[in-house]
């Protein structure tokens, strides 16, 4: 694969750089995506049934097995060469900062360095009553478990449509966006906001913006496109970065 020198002078010369990256990451690692066409979850599941607190307010067996369902599918996979190649970037860049859309753990399982989750977590639980943090559980458990705290029902620790991003995370993402002189978005059809801001913002703030994705997103304009999968792209870029 060859890549523009100008573009491998762009990566060396960065301080900063700040990781984006959304389900296309773990896509080569069986993972679906939610907006693909086809084979996405969104294609199959509507998001107002499942991923809202009014889905879980209605109905929230179906909610809770479907999460559950997810956990066992989440659960067999490991992470691919993309996730391998931002570690390896992340150990190269110290100063870099990894913000993931992502509810797995691939980029933990592949030695990432803290990763910012800005959507939540799968595998963890809080309390719908009181968000308490509530323990993890098997994941063929029919029945969300009630709090012991306050009585209220099991859910997982993600975001759901319509929740706001935790305060803590978002905050260390908008502050990486704001200081990145260098920004990958991987895998993401940069859609969702405000987590699609990040790259934006960043671009306002004079940082280049290199995207890694074998589709057209809006951030197109604004970026430097290498067009493909994840999993070949950032293993090759970061040979390329390693060669001299
Ligand atoms: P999407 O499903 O919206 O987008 C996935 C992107 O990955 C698309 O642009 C694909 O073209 C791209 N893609 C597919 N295979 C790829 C590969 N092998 N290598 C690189 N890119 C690939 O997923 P997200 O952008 O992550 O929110 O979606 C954002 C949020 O919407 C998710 O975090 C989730 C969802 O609703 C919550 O759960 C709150």
Known sequence: MQFQPELIETIRGAGRILFFTGAGVSAESGLPTFRDPQQGLWATFRPQ??????????????????????????????????????????????????????????????????????????????????????????????????????????????????????????NAALKAAREADLVFSIGTSATVVPAAELPRVAHRNGAAIIQVNPAPTPLDPIAHNLRGSAATIMPALLAELGAS
């Open 49 to 170: 049934d499942l991923a809202t607190p009014q889905a879980f307010a209605q109905d929230p067996e179906t909610v809770w097995r479907w999460y559950q369902w997810r956990r066992r599918v989440h659960s067999g996979v490991m992470p691919n060469p993309a996730h391998e190649a931002i570690a390896a970037l992340q150990r190269r860049f110290p100063e870099s900062v990894l913000v993931t859309q992502n509810v797995d753990r691939l980029h933990e399982l592949a030695g990432s360095h803290l990763p910012v989750h800005l959507h939540g977590h799968l595998f963890l639980n809080k309390c719908a009553g009181c968000a308490h943090a509530m323990p993890e559980v098997a994941y063929d458990l029919e029945q969300p478990p009630l709090c012991e705290a306050c009585g209220g029902l099991c859910r997982p620790d993600v975001v759901w449509f319509g929740e706001g991003l935790p305060a803590g995370p978002w």
